[in-house]
């Protein structure tokens, strides 16, 4: 099967605009997929007629940004419902406390001589969330960094002086919410921030999945994690995380065996199967 169950758009951090993303996504001739925009479920409401003509192709999703310590988590939700929910409940101020953030680092840049605006970031966010990955083409903009990756690298990724948390939800309470709304919970890109480290704790949370296969594993990345969902019991799903088309993955979209898949497609409520 070829899914990306892990694709944002401008309604967080993405480069593309909903119709955009569904337009590449029509092109790729996808299986499977799921809009996985960072603390909203904005996506699904303001463009609900599109993203209904892919039927069941398309799983109701949401990536929400956790802390603990001074490591960030991400974990995806899907099959979560549009209305009033569990997870609802948490993300209600995100909108208010991602602006707050990309205010407080870009303070902080201006603090190391980086000569960057809150307007410079704000050219780049065209929906209502504002994150990293906006302030990092800011800075590429500027000239302060030669691309969005070394951006992260020197100035805001979690080990960089103006990185700054985005979330105080742990990643516990944002599994439990995801659970209790019916959804799916499922660890992001577990490599990145040493996350794979917290397995463990976050299956005793109640974690059902992992991102098993994605463009930035290795080979033995992926089977390590194939490995570690069977010995945990759980599901695995698959994800570019694509925020918009680059040089090295240009479209979304992962190839794999449709039994790696079924664990999870099989949570899915009958007629989204």
């Given at each position: 099967?070829?899914?990306?169950?892990?694709?944002?758009?401008?309604?967080?951090?993405?480069?593309?605009?909903?119709?955009?993303?569904?337009?590449?996504?029509?092109?790729?001739?996808?299986?499977?997929?799921?809009v996985?925009?960072?603390?909203t479920?904005?996506?699904?409401?303001?463009?609900?007629?599109?993203l209904?003509?892919?039927?069941?192709?398309?799983?109701?999703?949401?990536?929400?940004?956790t802390?603990?310590?001074?490591?960030?988590?991400?974990i995806l939700?899907?099959?979560?419902?549009?209305?009033?929910?569990?997870?609802?409940?948490?993300?209600?101020?995100?909108?208010?406390t991602?602006?707050?953030?990309?205010?407080?680092?870009?303070?902080?840049?201006?603090?190391?001589?980086?000569?960057?605006?809150?307007?410079?970031?704000r050219?780049?966010?065209?929906?209502?969330?504002?994150?990293?990955?906006?302030?990092?083409?800011?800075?590429?903009?500027?000239?302060?960094?030669?691309?969005?990756?070394?951006a992260?690298?020197?100035?805001?990724?979690?080990?960089?002086?103006?990185?700054?948390?985005?979330?105080?939800?742990?990643?516990?309470?944002a599994?439990?919410?995801i659970?209790?709304?019916?959804?799916?919970s499922?660890?992001?890109?577990?490599?990145?921030?040493?996350?794979?480290?917290?397995?463990?704790e976050?299956?005793?949370?109640?974690?059902?999945g992992?991102?098993?296969?994605?463009?930035?594993?290795?080979?033995?990345?992926?089977?390590?994690?194939?490995?570690?969902?069977?010995v945990?019991?759980?599901?695995?799903?698959a994800?570019?995380?694509?925020?918009g088309?680059?040089?090295?993955?240009?479209?979304p979209?992962?190839?794999?065996?449709?039994?790696?898949?079924?664990?999870?497609?099989?949570?899915?409520?009958?007629?989204?199967?």
């Amino acid at each position: 099967m070829n899914v990306d169950f892990h694709l944002h758009t401008t309604e967080s951090d993405g480069v593309l605009e909903a119709s955009a993303l569904l337009r590449t996504v029509a092109s790729v001739g996808m299986d499977r997929f799921s809009v996985t925009d960072h603390d909203t479920l904005a996506v699904y409401e303001r463009h609900a007629d599109m993203l209904a003509r892919f039927g069941e192709r398309v799983i109701t999703g949401i990536e929400v940004s956790t802390n603990t310590g001074n490591r960030e988590v991400h974990i995806l939700g899907y099959n979560i419902p549009i209305g009033p929910s569990p997870l609802r409940e948490i993300l209600v101020d995100r909108t208010q406390t991602r602006q707050r953030r990309a205010e407080r680092i870009v303070e902080a840049l201006n603090a190391q001589g980086v000569e960057i605006s809150m307007a410079d970031v704000r050219r780049h966010a065209t929906g209502l969330m504002v994150g990293r990955p906006h302030i990092a083409r800011a800075l590429v903009d500027i000239g302060a960094a030669r691309d969005v990756s070394d951006a992260f690298d020197r100035y805001i990724g979690a080990d960089c002086k103006a990185y700054l948390p985005s979330s105080a939800v742990t990643p516990a309470r944002a599994i439990q919410a995801i659970n209790a709304s019916g959804g799916i919970s499922v660890l992001a890109h577990p490599t990145r921030s040493r996350a794979e480290e917290l397995l463990e704790e976050l299956v005793r949370d109640g974690l059902r999945g992992i991102e098993a296969y994605s463009p930035s594993h290795t080979a033995h990345d992926t089977e390590r994690f194939r490995r570690l969902a069977h010995v945990h019991r759980l599901v695995m799903t698959a994800g570019t995380d694509f925020h918009g088309p680059t040089e090295t993955n240009p479209y979304p979209g992962v190839d794999v065996d449709e039994a790696d898949l079924a664990g999870f497609l099989a949570l899915l409520p009958p007629s989204a199967h």
